[in-house]
């Protein structure tokens, strides 16, 4: 084992849910496509994106 406490499946599914909330109230701003990204940030960001250019396509 690494040192770490096992998490139980209700604090796993309670981060997941953190994780959750943050990504849908995410509001994207002008200049977030140049700035330095945390990984988190990064997928966030390439799903709007992706939303954006559908949008346009449709």
Sequence with gaps: MNG???????????????FADAFENYDPQPGDQDAPLSPVMAVKLVAWRRDTAERELA
């Excluded at 770490?4 to 953190?18: F, G, H, L, N």
């Design 4 to 18: 770490m406490t096992p998490r139980s499946r209700e604090d796993i599914k309670a981060r997941a849910d953190e």
